[in-house]
């Protein structure tokens, strides 16, 4: 990790003070419960999954030490640049390191390309940020912890006509990348459906200030743009070139990821919408027991910023958890994938998660306007 644990004395005072709230402690079994973190820790999606394993261990500071005695040990791997590497590593967590569990920071393309193979392991996966529907629609163990692509692209399209009461609309998305094709398609569907009138659907490719001028003439009065972090700056930057300020909607961990690769580009996100899994600031923000605890753990260990990554790094390994604490056998992977699969209103950072039997997640969906780097709340959707 590129960011190194400082302060690693005061971790026996967190888990004091923070591990399960028990009113005594408790002894050591000397069994070890292993745990796989899979996430790119190198090139360009470094930061993502780097933020992402912060959370993980944010969360593994607070509770190392299960209720039976049994202590849990996360282990690492990087999961490269392609599927076969990601496999590779996969492989060798579940069956040379014997992990119970494989926690995975891939985003919806790295994960949807070796979801089968997933599935051949015979582990519980947790998707910390893939929201991909496909991704568990034919898993018998991978579950989501975010909300889906489906609900949150109907969010944004139902937020855009009931709430900013806009009617004209275009999408550009990239085409290419099926975690942006889904939301595009899906966003157009339900705009249309209530009433919104769409006056283009481009691929990102082909934007260029003729191709905005054009949308512009058109009344557009928002851009859907569900893209990656240089997709969307690329997009933000020509807008400025023409001078035209549209209103824009943006998808989940978009301010994360620009905050990691192009910190120095923050602002100009100012005044964008976003759906997100959280929110930084405003009246719906009721941190609970698990925020709060975060909040003082991470501070204590890291020298860096917190963010919508961090935060399901934190969720998905206290979920998994609480999911492993309601087996006899710590390490039976069948019971753990049956109690992931069977989450009910777990308390979150921010809000209660459940996932049904199909490995669908389902929490809240933050509807929040970029400022000053954070994500200010606007409305917190059911």
Known sequence: MKRLLRNTLLLPLLLAVNGCDRAEPVSESGLVVKVGFVGPLQGPDAPRGEDTLEGVMTAHALQQLLPNGDRVEIITADSGDDPKMTRSAMRRLVDEDGV???????????????????????????????????????????AQLPFDDTTQSTVAALF?????????????????????????????RKFIATGGELTGSHAVADISDELLRHLQARDTGLLYLPLSARAALQVVSLLGEIGWDPEIMTSDGLLASIQGAYPDRVDELEGVYATDLFSDTGEFVKHRRLGRQAEVSFDDLFDSRKNTFTGLGVEGYALLIDAINRCVTSTDRECVNTAIRSTDRFEGT????SIDEHGRAYRPVYVNTIRGGLLESVVKVY
């Open 100 to 142: 119970v569990a494989l926690l995975l920071a891939l985003d919806s393309e790295a994960l949807l390309e070796v979801a089968a193979f997933a599935d051949t392991l015979g582990a519980p996966l947790i998707a910390l940020i893939a929201s991909h529907p496909d991704i568990v629609a034919d898993s018998d163990y991978i």
């Open 160 to 188: 855009v006509r009931d709430e900013l009461l806009i009617k004209r609309a275009a999408v550009i998305a990239n085409f290419d990348n099926p975690h942006s094709r889904y939301l595009k398609e899906t966003f157009e």
């Open 350 to 353: 921010m809000a209660r998660i």
